[in-house]
């Protein structure tokens, strides 16, 4: 099962950007997904996490980086195997990679997710 994720684009700040992630199979009912953006010489870092209860979005709790908890939401996508991460109130530090993966044991680290699909750039101007 692969992961990808979709939606980057160019954005000026103030405004919202919708990120999807897209499964190769049926995994979310079942395992934590987690949002990852890597910024240029930065370090990639924790953007927010997920673990959907039996698929349902509304018995799910999701967990967030204080950089941006208020402004980024979880949303169930109209495809069966995807989510959506909603970034509102974008500002010019949100530019990154945003990556989208599987993280077993909810350990908000990169090194331990797996099924790791392509990024999607995310631009952020001022």
Same mark, same amino acid.
């Given at each position: ?14 405004? /919202? ?19 990852? *953006?890597?910024?240029?010489?930065? =370090? ?6 997920? *673990? ?22 979880? /949303? ?16 010019? =530090? ?33």
């Amino acid at each position: 099962v692969q992961l990808q994720a979709f939606g980057g684009g160019l954005v000026q700040a103030g405004g /919202s950007l919708r990120l999807s992630c897209v499964a190769s199979g049926d995994i979310f009912s079942r395992y934590g997904v987690a949002w990852f *953006r890597q910024a240029p010489g930065k =370090e990639r870092e924790f953007v927010s996490f997920i *673990r959907l209860n039996d698929g349902r979005l509304s018995d799910s709790r999701a967990y967030y980086a204080d950089s941006v908890k208020g402004r980024f939401t979880f /949303s169930r996508d109209s495809a069966k195997n995807a989510v959506a991460l909603q970034m509102n109130s974008l500002k010019p =530090e949100d530019t990154a990679v945003y990556y989208c993966a599987r993280d077993p044991n909810c350990s908000f680290l990169w090194r331990l997710t797996l099924n790791r699909g392509q990024g999607t750039q995310v631009t952020v101007s001022s």
